[in-house]
T-cell receptor, first 111, second 114 residues
């Protein structure tokens, strides 16, 4: 059974801090790893990492994928209160377009 | 495109009542997914369809839950009879057949069963 574990469960930082969120996985026939941000509504897509793209960057957010050690990290630099959200990691594997989601990391950024 | 559309956005019902949640996927997407999210269990996949055909319903909690996709632009998730433990946010998501698996989520339906 595919498995995705995220850590830490929750994190409280102050504006300007840098945070690192972790995602480890066990999945059959790995195809991709996705990061989503969830505020009060539905998850919104941040990054997709695959065998052909193991590092992504967008503004203050960046992510890397280590296929050998089976993990990914999401870095957020110079955090802002608007970064407060639940960050979800999901892995695509076994069949179809199914994603297996981790439990999420709840990030709170204080002013 | 309007994105994935779900209705209703909020539903409050009493235990034992039938509940029907609706979803319209993004036009042209051939995969549709139903998820349930709770504080205790996080985001769980209930069932998914490919080209309107149910592929994997192993996440459906029990026989009280059923899902249909009569055509490419509409799906329903039905709970009959509903129980308080069904209270959760139910998301619908859709995607293209795509090696990279990106799914687009609807706004969700917050269900409260009293």
């Amino acid at each position: 059974e595919d498995k995705v574990v995220q850590s830490p469960l929750s994190l409280v930082v102050h504006e300007g801090d840098t945070v690192t969120l972790n995602c480890s996985y066990e999945v059959t026939n790995f195809r991709s790893l996705l990061w989503y941000k969830q505020e009060k509504k539905a998850p919104t897509f941040l990054f997709m990492l695959t065998s052909s793209g193991i590092e992504k960057k967008s503004g203050r957010l960046s992510s890397i994928l280590d296929k050998k050690e089976l993990f990914s990290i999401l870095n957020i630099t110079a955090t802002q209160t608007g970064d407060s959200a639940i960050y979800l990691c999901a892995v695509g594997g076994r069949e179809g377009n199914m994603l297996t989601f981790g439990g999420g990391t709840r990030l709170m950024v204080k002013p | 495109d309007a994105g994935v559309i779900q209705s209703p956005r909020h539903e409050v019902t009493e235990m034992g009542q039938e509940v029907t949640l609706r979803c319209k996927p993004i036009s042209g997407h051939d995969y549709l997914f139903w998820y349930r999210q709770t504080m205790m269990r996080g985001l769980e996949l209930l069932i998914y369809f490919n080209n309107n055909v149910p592929i994997d319903d192993s996440g459906m909690p029990e026989d009280r839950f059923s899902a249909k996709m009569p055509n490419a632009s509409f799906s329903t998730l039905k709970i009959q009879p509903s129980e308080p433990r069904d209270s959760a946010v139910y998301f619908c998501a859709s995607s293209l057949w795509d090696y990279n698996n990106e799914q687009f989520f609807g706004p969700g339906t917050r269900l409260t069963v009293l």
